[in-house]
C-alpha cells in the first residue's frame, strides 16, 4: 500500500513539473493558466477527451476562485494532487485507527467512506467558498455598476470609468480580478476581450450581466438606463440574500433555544429522579 502510495505521488508530482513546463513554454507571455487553457480549448481540432477534461476543469476552477481559496495559479494536475493527498492521508489515518487499533469489523468500510469523502472534500469546500463569495461580493457589485453609471453621466470614456471602479471594489476576489481587467486595459486589450477573460473569473450571474451591459455599449451606445437596471437588480438580490441569512440566523436561534430547553429539562428530571431514589432508599 505504501509502495503505491509513493508511485502515485511521484507520478502526480512528474504530471504537475510537465504541465508546468508545457504552460511556460506554450502560453503567451503574461498570461495565466485560464487565458492559456481558454486558447488551447479553442484551438483544438481534434477531439482529444483527456486535453478537454484538462483543459476545461481548468477554466472551471479559475471560475469557482480556486486561485483564491486554495493556491494562487493552481493547475489541474496540482488540485488533483492535493486531492489525492487529503484522501491518502484520510484514509491512512482511518485504516490505523479502525483496523489496527480498535479492530473494528466495518473498518475497510470505514476506511473506504473516510477516503471517498476525503478525496470529494476540495470540491465540496471550493463550491461552498464560491457561493459565500458571490454572496459577499454582491455590495461591491453594485458599487461598481454604480462607478460605472456615475462617471459615465460625468462624461468619462467608459474605459476609464471601469479603469476607476477599481477603487470602490473591497472583496479581494472582485479586486483582483478588476486589477486584472485594468491591466489588460492599460496593455491595449480591446474591451470585449477584456471583459470576456473577467466574466471567466466568476460564476456569479450578476458580473456576466455587467460585462453584457458594458459590451452591449459598442453596438447600442446606450448604457445608462442598462447599468441603473443592472444596480437595482443586484439591490433586490442582495435583499433576497440578506432575508435568507435572516431565516437561517432564526432558525438556529430556535434550534439552540430547543436545546438548551431540553438540557434543562433533562436536569430537571435528573433532580428528580434522584430524589425519587433518596426517599426510597430513606423508607
Keep these: 500500500m505504501i509502495v503505491g502510495l509513493l508511485l502515485f505521488l511521484i507520478f502526480a508530482l512528474v504530471f504537475t513539473t510537465i504541465q508546468t513546463l508545457l ?16 486558447e488551447q480549448l479553442e ?52 485504516f490505523v485507527l479502525s483496523v489496527k487499533v480498535f479492530h473494528a469489523d466495518a473498518g475497510y468500510i470505514i476506511t473506504a467512506a473516510v477516503t471517498a469523502f476525503a478525496w470529494f472534500f476540495l470540491d465540496l469546500y471550493l463550491s461552498m467558498e464560491n ?10 457589485i453594485c458599487e461598481m455598476s454604480r462607478s460605472v453609471l456615475y462617471g459615465k453621466r460625468g462624461g468619462q470614456y467608459i474605459i476609464d470609468a471601469i479603469k476607476d471602479a477599481c477603487i470602490v471594489v473591497e472583496n479581494k476576489r472582485l479586486k483582483m480580478g478588476m486589477i486584472k481587467l485594468r491591466s489588460n486595459l492599460d496593455a491595449g486589450r480591446s474591451l470585449e476581450e477584456s471583459l470576456n477573460e473577467f466574466e471567466m473569473s466568476f460564476t456569479t450571474p450578476e458580473i456576466a450581466s455587467f460585462c453584457t451591459v458594458i459590451k452591449s455599449l459598442q453596438t447600442t451606445g446606450h448604457v445608462e438606463e442598462a447599468l441603473k437596471t443592472l444596480e437595482n437588480n443586484i439591490e433586490r438580490g442582495q435583499a433576497g440574500v440578506n432575508k435568507r441569512k435572516c431565516i437561517v440566523l432564526e432558525n438556529k436561534t430556535m434550534v439552540y433555544v430547543l436545546l438548551i430547553a431540553f438540557d434543562l429539562l433533562i436536569m430537571i428530571l435528573y433532580c428528580i429522579i434522584m430524589k425519587l431514589l433518596d426517599m426510597q432508599i430513606a423508607f
Excluded at 60 to 87: C, E, H, M, P, T
Aim: aromatic share 10%.
Design 23 to 38: 504552460l511556460r513554454k506554450e502560453g503567451k507571455e503574461g498570461s495565466d493558466s485560464k487565458t492559456y487553457a481558454k
Design 43 to 94: 484551438n483544438l481540432k481534434e477531439r482529444r477527451t483527456l486535453k478537454e477534461f484538462v483543459l476545461r476543469k481548468q477554466i472551471k476552477l479559475k471560475k469557482y476562485g480556486a486561485d483564491i481559496f486554495v493556491r494562487d495559479g493552481i493547475l489541474v494536475s496540482q488540485w488533483y494532487l492535493y486531492k489525492a493527498l487529503f484522501a491518502s492521508v484520510a484514509g491512512v489515518i482511518t
Design 131 to 140: 457561493k459565500q463569495s458571490n454572496e459577499a461580493m454582491m455590495p461591491d
